[in-house]
């Protein structure tokens, strides 16, 4: 690489590159890839840089000395297929997304005079967004039944948590009893990014846990739930099938948000306290469809009735 064009890179200066711009300039894909990492580990958090990495160290295994932009489209979907085979349809999908923001970048960022080898019709069609599908909406009634059957005091806080607070069951295993104070839960090192969220919770649950965290004598480094996800999992389940429905943990965190929408909390608090979403659209997909039945009963809630 010519040392003007690499000076800008680095700097960022329009001036080092002067009359050399218009020339062609082709980076190897070991370089380009040291390139965006250096750009992640500036600009992103630590999340986002960890869901590159396979992506990254797999094309880089590949293609390491070949020129990026030798690199045709039909070799860019012989390696997404192989790295994404059995995967499910969202997560190909973010593989196509990544790997498309990676080619985006390098020759936004070094001015490449290239085309962008994901961005064909053939590939935005293999992994095109996935159809979002509806999931059925539990009622409250089934929920609660679910919850009163439940014996177990571990079992139905797992339930309760989820069903009331929000809380997805990763984050619920992960949780220790030094991140259990009064009424919140305080989750490290969130899904968002963040360093920390809080979970509230209703004060019939919040007694429940400390009730059995002190029964059970559990110390501040102790996990209140120590269970992996597929025993959970199957947990959940098999609690369901008690009252005759399939259901799995995040149906419950999806119960908590349908719930609370539809006792007039609104959609902003839904978002940002009980679901903690990044966006609202995010949210709106966990609400489910409202029925005809539904909507004419919150227009009569709004505007009364009038005879």
């Not at 840089?49 to 990026?68: C, K, N, T, V």
């Not at 349809?89 to 790997?99: E, G, I, N, P, V």
């Not at 959609?267 to 949210?283: A, F, N, P």
Request: glycine fraction near 4%.
């Amino acid at each position: 690489m010519h040392l003007a064009h690499l000076r800008y890179i680095i700097s960022g200066n329009p001036k080092d590159l002067t009359k050399q711009r218009t020339r062609r300039w082709t980076m190897t894909t070991q370089e380009s890839i040291r390139l965006f990492e250096n750009y992640l580990n500036s600009n992103h958090k630590q999340r986002t840089i960890d869901s590159y990495g396979p992506m990254l160290s797999r094309f880089e295994l590949i293609y390491s000395q070949r020129a990026l932009d030798s690199i045709g489209t039909d070799e860019i979907y012989t390696f997404l297929e192989t790295l994404t085979q059995d995967l499910a349809k969202s997560t190909r999908r973010l593989r196509y997304a990544q790997l498309k923001a990676f080619y985006n970048f390098i020759i936004d960022r070094c001015s490449l005079n290239m085309r962008n080898s994901c961005n064909t019709s053939l590939l935005r069609k293999s992994y095109r967004t996935p159809k979002q599908v509806l999931r059925k909406v539990l009622e409250r009634e089934t929920v609660d039944e679910m919850i009163y059957n439940t014996k177990r005091v571990r079992d139905r806080l797992i339930l309760e948590l989820q069903a009331r607070c929000g809380l997805r069951i990763g984050e619920l295993l992960k949780t220790k009893v030094s991140d259990v104070s009064d009424r919140t839960i305080t989750l490290r090192e969130p899904r968002s990014g963040k360093e920390s969220e809080l979970v509230y919770m209703p004060e019939n649950v919040s007694k429940k846990l400390m009730e059995y965290i002190k029964d059970n004598v559990l110390q501040s480094d102790d996990r209140p739930f120590p269970i992996c996800y597929s025993t959970a999992r199957a947990l959940v389940r098999r609690l369901g099938e008690k009252v005759n429905v399939r259901i799995s943990p995040h149906d419950l965190r999806r119960y908590s948000a349908t719930y609370a929408s539809r006792n007039g909390v609104p959609l902003e608090v839904v978002s940002k306290i009980i679901l903690r979403h990044q966006d609202l659209k995010t949210t709106q997909v966990y609400l489910g469809k409202i029925s005809d039945s539904e909507a004419i009963r919150w227009m009569d809630i709004l505007h009364g009735k009038y005879y």
